[in-house]
């Protein structure tokens, strides 16, 4: 069974762009989670959707957005880049919610953003 | 975000040497993961363990779930050179349905 899918792996971007990243669950999956992965900072999770809806959401500004579609595809969206916001993006998806007793979650490659 | 107490930092090892990691957190957990990360790719799954105690393995890797619910262990043994990379472990809050993870132990290994 196909893994977690995220396009593009690899982007450049200039500040005050903005970008969007795309990821697929595994099939069956019904949460994906986002988050920012930064050698300063580690692990940094961004925001999860469960069924559609937004379930958690990390401490991150508002630029930073996301969605889930019907066939739990999800997008987030960084508006108004800032060089600070380089770093490899994960998506993680899980059958159930994030968290939740034996939930386990498995990550796609991650996007990795430049801004420059 | 990261609250759970992931040691050592890092390691420098010499191959066929074991290895051993771990987690602690002042938090209940009902679930732990293991991952390992190799530069420039996602995260994969090495173990995961859903009870207090369990003690489980896959190949060279054996993990534990601590029996306080608040602390988890990875061993490796006989370390290899592609056992290289970041591991990290995550874990799920009782009663929260939410995630904290480690920060990771980037291990190296000399052939």
């Known amino acids: 069974k196909a893994g977690v899918t995220q396009t593009p792996r690899y982007l450049i971007k200039t500040r005050g762009q903005q970008v969007t990243l795309s990821c697929s669950p595994i099939s069956g999956h019904r949460s994906v989670s986002w988050y920012q992965q930064t050698p300063g900072q580690g692990l940094q999770f961004l925001f999860e959707?469960?069924?559609?809806?937004?379930?958690n959401k990390g401490n991150f500004p508002g630029r930073f957005s996301g969605r889930q579609f019907s066939n739990s595809r999800s997008e987030m969206n960084v508006s108004t880049l800032e060089l600070g916001d380089s770093a490899l993006y994960l998506c993680?998806?899980?059958?159930?919610?994030?968290?939740?007793?034996?939930?386990?979650?498995?990550f796609g490659e991650g996007s990795w953003l430049t801004v420059v | 975000g990261q609250q759970l107490n992931q040691s050592p930092q890092s390691m420098f090892i010499q191959e066929g040497e074991d290895v051993s990691m771990n987690c602690t957190s002042s938090?209940?957990?009902?679930?732990w993961l293991w991952y390992k990360q190799d530069p420039g790719e996602g995260p994969v799954l090495l173990i995961a363990l859903y009870k207090a105690g369990e003690l489980t393995s896959n190949g060279r890797l054996t993990a534990q779930f601590g029996i306080t619910r608040k602390d988890s262990f990875l061993n490796i043994s006989a370390s290899i050179p592609s056992d290289v990379g970041i591991y990290f472990c995550?874990?799920?809050?009782?009663?929260?349905?939410?995630?904290?993870f480690g920060a990771g132990t980037r291990l190296t290994v000399k052939p």
């Open positions: 995550a874990g799920h809050l009782l009663n929260n349905n939410d995630m904290r």
């Open positions: 959707y469960f069924s559609e809806t937004q379930r």
């Open positions: 993680a998806s899980s059958w159930g919610p994030r968290g939740g007793s034996g939930n386990t979650i498995y």
């Open positions: 938090s209940i957990f009902n679930t």
